[in-house]
């Protein structure tokens, strides 16, 4: 266990659903990111969040909506999606969020869009 | 090595026997490097990291190799175990930024 929790484990939505995916960590860091690993492609940054802060966003499409309201909770709240959007999903934290440090993942959440 | 693609290269090993996983990566100013284990239905787990001011650095088991003049890593896996299996990919990062370059994986096979 890597003290970073992620639920559910499994999704499957259809395309106008609306779902939340969760995170929590129990490290006591500071900063917290969401990736997206499909098949096809290396781990993709999503966003990330320093001391509850959105720092940066990679171009995500706004079907993608992130929040952390603490430093230990991080959701990423999706509409809309479409079937490509099919993927792994994966939190990860780290001590301070200044970059260059170590990120801790969590099990990710296996999305299925229908 | 790294790929881009449906497959994953995959290296297979006979138990007991040495490993060793390669990465290269793309940006010479890149200064901190981490390999991450990834098993079946499970996130990505740090294995041994190493600073661009490093050539070699080891672990338990584990020694990661890093050539900065060919950017190149490696990551050695001593006596591989079954429960060594997983995918193994090399992350580079920009120093001051969150922006981690990740590799598509090496998958290890590793033969009883």
């Known amino acids: 266990e890597t003290g970073v929790t992620q639920t559910p484990r499994h999704l499957v939505m259809g395309m106008t659903n609306k779902k939340s995916l969760k995170c929590e960590q129990h490290?006591?860091?500071?900063?917290m990111y969401w990736y997206k690993q499909s098949a096809k492609k290396p781990l993709e940054l999503m966003f990330v969040?320093?001391?509850?802060?959105?720092?940066e966003n990679n171009s995500v499409p706004s079907r993608f909506s992130p929040e952390c309201p603490n430093s230990s909770h991080l959701f990423l709240h999706l509409h809309t999606l479409q079937p490509e959007d099919s993927a792994l999903y994966l939190c990860?934290?780290?001590?301070?969020?200044?970059?260059?440090?170590?990120?801790?993942f969590g099990p990710g959440t296996r999305l299925l869009v229908l | 090595g790294e790929s881009v693609g449906l497959h994953l290269p995959t290296l297979s090993v006979q138990e007991g026997d040495n490993s060793i996983i390669n990465c290269a990566y793309s940006?010479?100013?890149?200064?901190?490097f981490i390999w991450y284990k990834q098993e079946s239905g499970k996130g990505p787990q740090f294995i041994i990291d190493?600073?661009?001011?490093?050539d070699k650095r080891q672990g338990q088991r584990v020694t990661v190799l890093l050539n900065k003049t060919v950017k190149h890593l490696s990551l050695q896996i001593a006596a591989t175990q079954p429960g060594d299996s997983a995918v193994y990919f090399c992350?580079?990062?920009?120093?001051?930024?969150?922006?981690?370059?990740f590799g598509t994986g090496t998958r290890l096979k590793v033969l009883a």
């Open positions: 940006n010479s100013a890149s200064d901190y």
């Open positions: 990860a934290s780290s001590q301070e969020g200044r970059g260059g440090e170590t990120q801790y």
């Open positions: 969040y320093n001391f509850k802060e959105q720092t």
């Open positions: 490290l006591g860091h500071n900063a």
């Open positions: 190493i600073r661009s001011n490093m």
């Open positions: 992350a580079e990062i920009l120093s001051g930024t969150y922006k981690y370059i």
